[in-house]
């Protein structure tokens, strides 16, 4: 085929495609190292948006978990509602607490915690009852202190019960 061109022309002839072929391999090696590099690029970004949901999703999972626990924290540090509401329990249990005085108050970070210390007498199923009621209640209510002493008096014989009871509430509000 180019055996009728002089041996010059012949050449550069030769050479223009050599150098044309050359330069063609090196630009069309740039533009799939681009587009190489532009796929991980791509399939990086893509597992790290996966990533990001799936904490985005962990995330809202764990607020909605904390905006029900605020929910049973108590709405005040005052300790009266809880008095009522543990005399209700104890009645809807079959006995009266003898006794509720007010106990320590801690401060944890964000959170205190106000304690009552309550005495009553009754018998075990009694105790047995208010003990669920107050592990039920929609409030975070902690026993603590739980004390059990064999009780008679006159006629009656039951169990005399002191135990600490605490609830928490949020200081920077709900």
Not at 65 to 72: E, G, P, S, W
Request: glycine fraction near 6%.
């Amino acid at each position: 085929m180019l055996d009728h061109l002089p041996p010059k022309t012949k050449n550069k002839v030769i050479m223009t495609v050599l150098l044309s072929t050359i330069v063609g391999g090196i630009l069309g090696n740039i533009y799939i190292q681009a587009r190489l590099k532009e796929i991980a690029k791509l399939k990086y970004e893509k597992e790290n948006h996966s990533k990001k949901d799936g904490l985005l999703r962990e995330l809202n999972s764990s607020e909605k978990r904390l905006i029900d626990y605020r929910k049973r924290l108590a709405e005040t540090k005052e300790v009266s509602w809880l008095i009522e509401e543990l005399n209700r329990m104890a009645s809807e249990s079959g006995f009266t607490l003898t006794e509720a005085n007010p106990g320590m108050t801690e401060t944890k970070g964000d959170y205190e915690k106000a304690s009552l210390n309550v005495e009553a007498t009754c018998d075990y199923h009694q105790l047995g009852d208010f003990v669920s009621r107050i592990e039920n209640s929609t409030r975070f209510i902690k026993i603590s202190n739980l004390q059990l002493e064999k009780w008679a008096g006159g006629q009656e014989v039951g169990t005399k019960l002191s135990m600490t009871v605490s609830i928490f509430y949020s200081k920077v509000g709900l």
